[in-house]
């Protein structure tokens, strides 16, 4: 086995790439990030479907520390994030390993050691270990039988060989994904049913271009770059009065959902099949300009009828009817609720990570997990937002975790204390009732038990500053 690294890093999307940047500012060089595939991006190497896009404004999508002057238009396209990402690791120097996917990864209480074999046999002791995993990373499909013999593909794992012009397609869900490449299928192939399980709330995202002039003035005036982040998190951050204390305020948003939808649909049984059921916000709200549009398109079918299986031929609702496709397309998620996933991670005792979170993953700060001393994660269980930037979060936790690792200069590891972490969690759990999340719908939110393990219940103004430095105080300290 080679020589003890400082920090091991997991994962070379944002937060990966974010992380080591922000150690190696903070005069921390000993700094290996892993990353299983072949190149960095996380999810937005990932998702290279059609129309692949964020539904943050761009000026909130990039790091404070390394702004993006010249993005193309007001919502970032898949394409452009992922060249911020790659310029952004390549001026700081930030070369990941790439092709190495961690198997496991076990605490050595003894020497302050995190041992760690990957699954190519290789062998790698650090002081440190950050899961930068994600949450939005591992496809999720349906579990239903399915024998389909024609070509189907995740969203996330589109194929770009396949030429849907003049093709009968399924689409199965109507999530954050498929709203975006909906419009793009519908527009080649022949005929398209869309399996809608739940309608979401789709509301207006007013993308556009940025004008030459604009992107000359984004570009040579850092002032106005600085106004427009500004003033932009403070319109997000507001929103999340209606997600957090004041559900209510939802009410009104919900009416203008509801005209916008009736002018855009005419159809009334379309309208009442896209109609949500459910207090909006509870689940993810979605952002598109073209979605309803595309739903309306002759050869557009939207399928609420449960599916009961796949054929070999097509796709079989419980009304026993069997829609013949050429090619199924999964936009149905992710498992989000791994976190570190598919690491197997052993801490004191050897305890395993997933038995320590069989009643729903629990962190403090979404961060640290007692037990599992000198282990840090990044969009961890409990620091997903339905209103703002997960960027900033992620900056939160850079801060976190590089007070951490300057505090281990002067002990062999520290170890959050259990009881700190419950108080934390059981506060957590307890800020979360009476926000939208709890109005009675179920979603990728919350566990199979109904608990909410994905969401910060609070401003991200307030994580900040929760976040800001470590506390001595929180952690147990072994020299």
Sequence with gaps: MSR?????????????????????RAGIQDVTVLEKAESLGGTWRDNIYPGAACDIPSHLYSFSFEQ???????????????????????????????GVEVEEAAFDAGEGLWRIRTTGGEELAARVLVAACGQLNRPAYPSLPNTFGGTAFHSSRWNHAYD???????????????????PHVAAKAARVHVFQRTPPYVIDKADRPYTPRQRRLLRWVPALRTFIRASTYAQLEARG?????????????????????????????????????????????????DYYAALARPGVELVTTPIERFSETGVVTA?????????????????TQGFVAPMTVRGLGGRELNDAWRDGAEAYLGIAVSGFPNL????????????????????SQFAYVAGCVRALARARYIDVRPDVQNAFNREIQARFR???????????YMNAHGKLVNNWPGFTLAYRRATRRPDPRDFTRVV
């Design 164 to 182: 849907l012009r003049g093709k009968r397609v399924a689409v199965i869900g109507t999530g954050a994904s498929a709203i975006q490449f909906v």
């Design 376 to 395: 840090f994660l990044l969009y961890g269980p409990n620091t997903n937002l339905g209103h703002n930037s997960i960027i900033y979060m992620l900056e």
């Design 68 to 98: 993006k002057r010249d993005w193309s238009r007001r919502y970032p396209p898949q394409e452009e994030i992922l060249a911020y990402l790659r310029d952004c690791a390549a001026k700081h120097g930030i070369t990941p390993r790439f």
């Design 434 to 444: 009476g926000t939208v999340w709890t109005s009675g719908c179920t979603s990728w």
């Design 4 to 24: 003890p690294l400082s920090v091991v890093i997991v994962g070379a999307g944002f937060g990966g790439i974010g992380m080591a940047i922000r150690l190696r």
């Design 319 to 335: 009304d026993g009817r069997e829609r013949e496709v050429d090619a199924v397309i999964y936009g149905t998620g992710f498992r």
């Design 241 to 289: 009065l209606a997600f957090i204390t004041a559900p209510r305020l939802m009410r009104g948003v919900e009416r203008s959902f509801r005209r916008r939808l009736a002018e855009q649909v005419p159809d009334e049984g379309l309208r009442e099949a896209l109609t949500p059921g459910y207090v909006m916000g509870c689940k993810r709200i979605l952002l598109s300009d």
